[in-house]
Antibody, heavy 123, light 104 residues
Framework: EVQVSESGGGLVQTGGSLRLSCAASGFTFRSSAMSWVRQAPGKGLAWVSGISATGGSTYYADSVKGRFTISRDNSKNTLYLQVSSLRAEDTAIYYC????????????????WGQGTLVAVSS | ETVLTQSPGTLSLSPGERATLSCRASQSISNSYLAWYQQKPGQGPRLLIYGASSRATGIPDRFSGSGSGTDFTLTISRLEPEDFAVYYCHHSWTFGQGTKVEIK
């Protein structure tokens, strides 16, 4: 059974940092691109960052470029998102999602999602 | 960057009725790489439809997707109580803003 499970969220002050983790199982993690998608309270889904299967290519939404860093450890079947210089508008549930296809080429969808981890930024 | 616009924002229907949800893209989507997801309160999204019209594993056949180019539709033929949720369309790095299907 495919499972992805996020952790590492919490309450942090403006300007602070956190490292989010996503543990994956039930599929060949090293062969799958992955993404982080967030959802602000009462709002819709917003893609944040993506990474290729090998980790050699990374992609970011303009709103987080330079502040967030995506990475992966294929030996541990784990995806990470280092979130820094946090702002109030970064408050959201952060989901990790497994890719099928190549979003960079406009040909992808997300077939498995976790339950999310909440990041709350306070001033 | 492609912008996806969903309509209506909210759909108020009764169980057993037909639901028709629209997703319009700001530019043509090649190879119909348009997906639909369902999200219930407190849960992560679930893939329903990919490639505009292919049902994901385990999705009931009352869910169907259609369309090409810039106009796409998700149809739920007969609403079951568990179908009342928010639905999102998705292409590449972009999501639509969602359509809430609520009980009338």
């Amino acid at each position: 059974e495919v499972q992805v499970s996020e952790s590492g969220g919490g309450l942090v002050q403006t300007g602070g940092s956190l490292r989010l983790s996503c543990a994956a199982s039930g599929f060949t993690f090293r062969s799958s691109a992955m993404s982080w998608v967030r959802q602000a309270p009462g709002k819709g889904l917003a893609w944040v960052s993506g990474i290729s299967a090998t980790g050699g290519s990374t992609y970011y939404a303009d709103s987080v470029k330079g502040r967030f860093t995506i990475s992966r450890d294929n030996s541990k079947n784990t995806l990470y998102l280092q979130v820094s210089s946090l702002r109030a508008e970064d408050t959201a549930i952060y989901y990790c999602a497994k890719h099928v296809g190549y979003c960079s080429e406009g040909s992808c969808y997300f077939d498995y999602w976790g339950q999310g981890t909440l990041v709350a930024v306070s001033s | 960057e492609t912008v996806l616009t969903q309509s209506p924002g909210t759909l108020s229907l009764s169980p057993g009725e037909r639901a028709t949800l629209s997703c319009r893209a700001s530019q043509s989507i090649s190879n119909s790489y348009l997906a639909w997801y369902q999200q219930k309160p407190g849960q992560g999204p679930r893939l329903l439809i990919y490639g505009a019209s292919s049902r994901a594993t385990g999705i009931p056949d009352r869910f169907s997707g259609s369309g090409s180019g810039t106009d796409f539709t998700l149809t739920i033929s007969r609403l079951e109580p568990e179908d009342f949720a928010v639905y999102y369309c998705h292409h590449s790095w972009t999501f639509g803003q969602g359509t809430k299907v609520e009980i009338k």
